[in-house]
């Protein structure tokens, strides 16, 4: 009888175990499918999740910070809406991973995030080694120097023995370096690991010079007792394109990221706002038709919607509009288009013609 | 001639007043005398003298240091600082003049319409403001839970420690994620059936109906059943669907990551230390060897490491696309790390534990676990309450170490305000960690003096 029951009661225990393992199989062979999609197509996979993951900064003025409301603003902030946009036609279908400089590559390569649009400097290195691809260049910014005017130096290059502050293990201070080097100057390097650190002690007199990126100088600025009494050099001592980072090997999405930075760039070379997008979109302009979407089917060989470029650019503004309200004159920031101006207007903003 | 000395002799018959004593004695003279003045008014030898006017200029000095620093804080926190942005001016109000605001030039105090305005930010993080209620909710939930448990007046408390440990935490986790998890009926029913039949069989061996060997296992296989049938309840009640908006972790962040962390890794590490802790003192070779190389392998290595191996590490040796959550496997990383620290505190007051207790409780013919219970770890525990709460209070600090993998915890959120433009002026920065150190040690303190009141609660027999 005992054996019976115990023999009825194993079986029943078998089943519903290898019930259940043969399910744990299937799920993991479905997981199996997934990430093979994922490694295939980046887009299948936002389309999936119904949001785009976008990897920021954890803080950096002007480019992606939170506002008071906690809602993420910024240029970098604005290329990941722009995608959205494109994507989804809704510019808020946008999620943040905020990371740190050590973590966003692992981020991004791991797929926890699906674009990266974090201050990151395009270098050789990081294009060709990191199994990474930047998707063009959405602010062109350069390492420079800022010094009280008490100082009465004009210029960088009279700034032997210079107490130099900068922030640590950034590549402002191998720059800084390099430059001192090759002028043939001494210099001493007075390095912190916090950028408020920096400041406090460039404020306090601890150093002659603070050099960083010049639009961190000019945040950085407004935070020192008397902002007037201090100046930009004119030297620019690095390159430091900084654009948007997308995983190497999936063409389609990174084309996706790619487009989106030249629509919002082309719509102001073709004087497109968000305000005017939608009544420019019968204009007798063809470029315009073609960018608007109205003319050609643009945006479905990039899988996307016709109105894919609309969408950018009525919902998140083009590449000025962008500007104007994160990093221009008007904003904290006060930073002067230089350079980010377009090709048509002294600056090197080219981006290739949609046709 | 003689003189005659008249003698008068008195006899006292009442007692004489009570002579008040000396001024210096009482009252705020003798208290400054004592406290103060006692160890520099000695000037009776050359030594003495000397050690009199050194104590004279510390004194002096320990004052003009102390009361400058309390005048000053003060004065930065309450007196000048700007309490109110009614303009809506933002950075503006805590400009000076030469800034370009209205300030005078050389102020310097904290500018607490920036706290303000960053309020929600730096307690809730980016969590959805129409859903704040729910964090509310679990907190206020918390916050009488907790309470009702410390403080000593109340009835009930072993029935709300309880829920506390077993209701509270299902309740907090769908009311912060919003639940609704997905979950497959058949399976989760099949695994009912399973740990249903594993109860049943755990039942009829413990009485002897299936032979011998199952009946020394009737425990473990009744343990077993229970274990996996309370699991996939629990799994049950987390996937009902109240309709509650989903917020995925990554949406948290402030004061919320910070406590979450910091309780979950208080709440784990104490069982698990224990745990941990007779594991290492175990006669079991087994047991003993995986305990103490449990132990010595997250004592050895920093937390720092431990989190960036679960944030860096971790997603690289996943496939691509498979991903489980940060702030969980963060969670996992600290309640490891913790229970380590925790088992070495604990395996001190056992330690500390007179043998004879050990052997007294042996010779009642208590079993081992309930030797341990009613004997050795009411005292044992005891002993150590500095110890734990010190590791507790070193948690609750160590949880700012979560920003360096992207988790904003109130350290972190408070630095990604200062990221804010529009609020920058030069005390940006210094207003908000003066908040987030007030609030620190708001928590830590409190927990410190509550284990100074557990401990003389505890402890009035060895009190000295």
Known sequence: ????????????????????????????????????????????????????????????????????????????????????????????????????????????????????????????????????????????????????????VKSALEMDGANVC???????????????????????????????????????????VYTTDRSGLAAQRTKLTNPDEHMVLPEIISKEPLGPVVRQGDDQWFNIVRWTLRAMINAEEMGITSGNAKSKANDNNPAIKRLLGTEGKFGEELGLSNDWAMNIISQVGNYGESYEAHVGPNTPLKLARGVNELWSKGGILYAAPIR | MTQKFQQDVFVRTVEADTLPPPAKETGVMGWLWRNLFSSMMNYSSFGLSFKSLLMALFTALFFYIGFTQIVFLIDFIFVS???????????????????????????????????????????????????LWRVNLTGIFGLVGLLWVLLSFLPYRKQVGIAMLTVYPVIAFM????????????????MILISLSLITIGRLSKRGFLGIILQEFANIIGFLGWALISYEVLMLLLSIDFGLEPVGTGDWGGLLITLV????????????????????????????????????????????????MASVMIPLFLPEGVNFDKLVRALIGVMLFSAAYMAEVVRGGLQAMDKGQYEAAEAMGLTYWQSMRLIILPQALTHVIPGIVNTFIGLFKDTTLVSIIGLFDLLGAGKSAIADASWSSPVQAITIYLFVALIFFAFCFGMSRYSIYMENKLSKSRSH
């Not at chain 1, 995608?83 to 808020?92: E, K, N, Q």
């Open chain 1, 166 to 208: 900068s922030q640590t293990g950034t590549t402002t201070e191998l720059n800084v370096t390099d430059f001192f080097r090759e002028n043939g100057m001494k210099f001493n390097l007075v390095a912190f690991e916090e950028a408020d650190a920096v400041v406090a002690a460039y404020d306090a007199g601890r150093c002659d």
């Open chain 2, 175 to 190: 009311l912060l994620t919003g639940g609704a998890g997905k979950i497959d009926l058949l399976s989760s029913s099949s």
């Open chain 2, 81 to 131: 600082a700007v309490w109110s942005d009614p303009t809506g001016i933002k950075r503006e109000a805590c400009w000076t003049v030469t800034q370009g605001g209205a300030l005078p030039d050389g102020w310097h105090a904290a500018c607490w319409p920036f706290i303000f305005a960053k309020l929600k930010f730096v307690i809730y993080g980016p969590y959805p403001i129409d859903e």
């Open chain 2, 261 to 308: 962390v910091a309780i979950t890794g208080i709440v784990v590490s104490l069982p698990v230390g224990i745990l941990l802790a007779l594991g290492r003192r175990s006669d079991m070779p087994v047991a003993r060897l995986l305990c103490t190389v449990f132990i010595e392998f997250w004592r050895g290595v920093p937390l720092i490491s431990v989190l960036f």
């Open chain 1, 1 to 152: 009888m005992n054996k019976i029951l115990m023999a009825a009661i194993a079986l029943v225990v078998g089943a519903g175990a290898g019930f259940v393992v043969g399910k744990g199989e299937k799920e993991v062979v479905e997981v199996e499918k997934v990430a093979e999609k994922s490694a295939s197509s980046t887009m299948d996979a936002v389309k999936a999740k119904g949001h785009v993951q976008c990897g920021v900064s954890q803080g950096l003025p002007g480019f992606s910070n939170a506002d008071d409301a906690g809602n993420w603003t910024g240029i970098d902030v604005d290329v990941c809406r722009g995608i959205a946009a494109a994507v989804f036609g809704d510019s808020s279908k946008v999620k943040y991973t905020p990371l740190s400089s050590k973590q966003r590559f692992t981020a991004l390569a791991s797929g926890e995030i699906d674009v990266l649009s974090r201050n990151t400097t395009w270098t050789m290195t990081r294009d060709t080694q990191l199994g990474l691809n930047f998707a063009g260049v959405n602010y062109y910014d350069g390492q420079g120097f800022l010094v009280p005017k008490s100082l009465g």
